[in-house]
């Protein structure tokens, strides 16, 4: 069954925050220039803390191919992107330094330069030695090149609560994680940046998320135990929570709906995708045989038109919930989630059992813990 990539959606949930305000002259700046992108409209984006980007402004590019953004010190070092046609860059601000950033539209978030302070000068450095990688092995080979790993692995634990650790590990390249949470010792790695921050920056508004990501993500990559920077105090989360609007408006908690004893699927999905019609059709056929021994299907949508995820959920017998663009990523990054259809499946004890990419085989693992 051929399965679809997530898209941009869930990277750019919209939710409420403070706008720059011009009211304050203690203010960072970044000017730049843009060949080719003479009038061109670039969003300013901000990460909200859990995985997805929200719009701080709109600036024009002028004649000369030069633009200026600027904003007021989010009060700790932050990652800022810009955003054109579904492309972005992205550059840290530590306090009120200007940023230099160079870029042309033909290749904007792919090929670009900044500079202007140390952080700038780190993540410029990262960018390039992905880049050659890229250049020389392709995209698809670079999450998986061991030179490059460590390379960026020694560049993290130089300062790992410092603003470009927590850009390096979240670095996509097309979308593909550079460090991914399910990979042992990527976790580990994850688990350092977590600890740091914990410690260094515990009013982070990153901290409970790489602290959740650690800890959500142990149990998929054999406890990830053993090295001096696993020191995270937090309870041990088996099921990450879910707790999204069903289709009548009513909420679903998935820890609620997997104390009751029951098996149940979780499914990410999305109606839109063309093969949905025919998983939900395999969906439905374990469904039928295993609903009157205690079993049942949480299926999160992420789907971008909420009327159409509706008028699909309305007519299906299970659990549906809708995880909006306003919800952002978090549900998906908390169970590792990169692709769709993504199901796991967890037991009568409310416990993550296991997570099954065919859904030919899914029936089968059901019936193991039924």
């Known amino acids: 069954m051929k399965l679809r990539k997530i898209g941009s959606y869930a990277a750019t949930a919209l939710i409420a925050a403070t706008v720059m305000s011009g009211c304050t002259e203690k203010r960072w700046t970044a000017e730049g220039t ?99 990688v890229v250049a020389e092995k392709g995209e698809q080979a670079v999450a998986y090149d061991p030179d490059l790993k460590r390379e960026l692995a020694e560049q993290i634990l130089r300062d790992p609560s410092g603003i470009v650790a927590y850009y390096t590990i979240f670095r996509r390249v097309g979308n593909t994680l550079m460090f991914d949470p399910s990979q042992k010792s990527d976790l580990r790695l994850i688990g350092a940046v977590a600890n740091a921050f914990s410690h260094q920056r515990p009013s982070d508004p990153r901290t409970a998320f790489l602290k959740d990501l650690y800890i959500s993500n142990r149990s998929w990559s054999g406890g990830a135990q053993g090295t001096p920077t696993d020191t995270i105090v937090a309870e041990e989360i088996l099921l990450p929570e879910i707790t999204l609007l069903d289709e009548s408006g009513k909420p679903q908690s998935l820890s609620e709906t997997a104390s009751k004893g029951k098996v149940v699927v979780l499914n990410f999905t999305a109606y839109a995708a063309e093969a949905s019609p025919a998983f939900n059709l395999e969906l439905a056929k374990i469904y039928n045989a295993n609903k009157d021994q205690g079993f049942e299907i949480y299926q999160v949508s992420v789907d971008d038109d909420e009327f159409f995820w509706k008028q699909a959920a309305v007519n299906l017998p299970w659990i549906t919930v809708y995880n909006s663009p306003k919800d952002g990523a978090e549900n998906l990054l908390r169970y590792n989630v990169s692709i769709l259809p993504a199901t796991f499946i967890i037991s009568r004890q409310g416990e993550l059992a296991e997570r099954v990419d065919d859904v030919t085989r899914l029936g089968a693992a059901v019936k193991r813990y039924m």
């Not at 054109?84 to 860059?89: D, I, N, Q, R």
């Not at 840290?92 to 000068?121: C, Q, R, W």
């Open 34 to 132: 843009l060949a080719g992108g003479e009038g061109k409209s670039l969003v300013l984006e901000a990460p909200n803390g859990h995985g997805g980007w929200y719009p701080l402004d709109t600036v024009e590019v002028d004649s000369k191919g030069k633009f200026t953004v600027k904003g007021e010190p989010a009060g700790h070092p932050e990652v800022y992107r810009l955003t054109l046609g579904g492309e972005s860059l992205y550059f840290p601000v530590d306090s009120l330094e200007k940023i230099t950033i160079a870029s042309d539209a033909s290749a904007f978030g792919s090929s670009y330069s900044i500079s202007g302070s140390e952080s700038a000068d780190k993540m410029q450095h990262i960018n390039e030695v992905i880049a050659k």
